[in-house]
């Protein structure tokens, strides 16, 4: 299988199955389910999933989808419920890790797990055992050369030595796709992939998708799972909703439209949930930003005031990330000024940023924004601890009723506030994460970096719903998001950064996702790409 582009996605399109002749099973679900403590993730699931076509799972965060790749990839047992894979008959409680891969099955995760430290190449090579001489050895020469052609193939941007550490959220990804599909050549395999394009830019996105038509097209069956509803309608045959850890529906992707998706996935209309933006006149001015560079940033300049969304649209490399590091003393600038209600600031650390008001929440949100092994309440309370320290202890009792009513006020589910953090669907993250911050009555300039990627679009609407609700009282955001039509419905106004530049500044009446793409990919001269 050679590399794909955006325009390989035609000759094999979605949506192009004959309803008269099925394609044969290739997965088979009959009944499946499992509780957690506190919730039941999946009740009695069926689903059918055919050689040849591209199935879509959708449904909002903590339905169930990431949990029904899990049981069939062996991550965990299924209390019951059977399970066919490629002809073969099992109890779903009986899956282990080695049963689904010699059945076929492959699977990447939302959260890859990568190894930081090794390269790209011996990452490749675990998933698949690394290659021996005939003395026994590790053939070095054949790790480094199947990581070549994985790396050409898939279009990553990385070279074969490169450290997984060293690599941005996107290449890391990608990397992880090219591991788990390095061998789905042989035979007909069941590839799932759990939100695979969440962190990808808008290229190495219609790669993957081609990608994907093409293993249909070669007989594989191929599992979909994304919030990005787009590309489900570009890619798919079919789509499977689920609701509460159940099959809510099924639809053919050739008699589906996106309104008709939104609706079945959430119960709410695409219009009730579109996110709204202030009539009301803006404060003074909160943040001012002047002449500033650092990393890839040069000589930024912008200005931001109470109750103002400004958005940050640019690609992969442009510096949107390091832009907001910048401001709040992640990425140590070399020159400019930053201002915090008029007053200068220099911040060489992030919490002497969040005392001055100034928080961020970083793109990275397993590894930088949440402390997964830690309780949900632990995770809202570490930012206002000092409220509830009494002599020589805390006042947990209020604390809890408090942490309570702040997962009823910013819609965090949850069976309780004492889960593990990593129990919560990625929505439901992102809500405790903003918890956390919007908490503090000091909180004036809030940094937003990709603040619903891997989040559903219900989820969605909320998260933008309480970021309005926080520059309603006062305060004001700089918003980082790659969905430059997510970008045009939402902000106030949109800074466009090239070569860490910024090139432009379009007011709300001029916010459209085609002006901002024309100008992210504008050539220096002005002509577009």
Not at 482 to 511: H, K, T, W, Y
Request: with cysteine; glycine share 10%; hydrophobic share 40%.
């Amino acid at each position: 299988m050679t590399r794909l582009d955006a325009a390989r996605l035609s000759t094999v399109p979605a949506g192009e199955v004959d309803s008269a002749v099925e394609k044969p099973l290739a997965l088979s679900i009959r009944g499946l389910s499992k509780v957690f403590p506190g919730t039941q993730a999946l009740r009695d699931v069926d689903l059918d999933v055919r050689y040849g076509e591209v199935h879509a799972l959708c449904g909002g965060n903590g339905c169930g989808k990431s949990t029904l790749i899990k049981m069939l990839s062996g991550s965990g047992p299924a209390d019951r419920g059977t399970v066919t894979i490629n002809g073969k008959q099992l109890d779903a409680a009986n899956i282990d890790a080695q049963t689904s891969y010699d059945l076929g099955f492959r699977v990447v995760h939302q959260d890859p797990p990568l190894y930081p430290d090794l390269s790209v190449a011996e990452n490749i090579a675990l998933a698949a055992r690394y290659p021996r001489t005939r003395l026994g050895r590790i053939a070095w020469a054949g790790v480094r050369q199947r990581a070549e052609e994985l790396i050409e193939r898939y279009g990553i941007q990385a070279s074969p030595g490169t450290l997984v550490r060293d690599l941005p959220v996107s290449v890391r990804t990608q990397v992880a796709i090219a591991a788990a599909l390095q061998d789905v050549d042989s035979g007909r395999c069941v590839v799932a992939l759990d939100e695979p394009t969440a962190a990808l830019p808008a290229a190495e996105v219609q790669v993957l998708l081609g990608a994907m038509r093409q293993l249909a097209a070669l007989g594989h069956a191929i599992i979909f799972v994304s919030h990005r509803l787009d590309e489900v309608l570009a890619v798919t045959d079919r789509v499977t909703v689920m609701r509460d850890g159940r099959v809510f529906k099924d639809h053919r992707t050739e008699k589906l439209t996106e309104a008709e998706l939104i609706e079945s996935i959430v119960g709410r209309t695409a219009e009730e949930l579109r996110p709204q933006r202030s009539a009301a006149p803006l404060g003074e001015e909160v943040l001012s930003v002047s002449g500033l560079a650092a990393g890839p940033v040069r000589e930024a300049t912008f200005e931001i005031r109470a109750g103002e969304v400004v958005g940050v649209a640019g690609l992969l490399g442009s510096g949107r990330s390091e832009l907001l590091s910048a401001i709040c003393g992640g990425l140590r600038k070399e020159r400019g000024e930053v201002r915090v209600k008029g007053q200068p600031v220099d911040f060489d650390r992030i919490d002497q940023a969040i005392r001055t008001g100034v928080v961020m929440i970083p793109e990275d949100r397993p590894r930088a924004g949440a402390f997964l092994d830690m309780t949900v309440d632990q995770n809202m309370d570490v930012s206002v601890l000092d409220r509830y320290w009494r002599g020589l202890g805390f006042a947990r009792k209020r604390m809890r009723v408090d942490a309570a009513k702040l997962r009823a006020q910013f819609g965090v589910k949850a069976p309780s506030g004492s889960v593990p953090m990593r129990t919560l669907s990625g929505g439901n993250q992102q809500k405790a994460i903003l918890a956390r911050w919007l908490r503090r009555d000091e909180a004036s300039v809030l940094l937003l970096d990709e603040p619903t990627q891997g989040v559903d679009v219900g989820a969605r609407s909320d998260i933008y719903a309480l970021v309005r609700k926080a520059t309603a009282a006062g305060a004001a955001a700089v918003v980082v998001t790659s969905d430059l039509e997510e970008l045009a419905q939402f902000v106030d106004r949109a800074l466009v950064l090239r070569n860490g530049r910024i090139v432009a500044s379009v007011p709300r009446e001029e916010l459209t996702a085609h002006r901002l793409n024309e100008l992210v990919h504008m050539k220096s001269g002005g002509k577009n790409d």
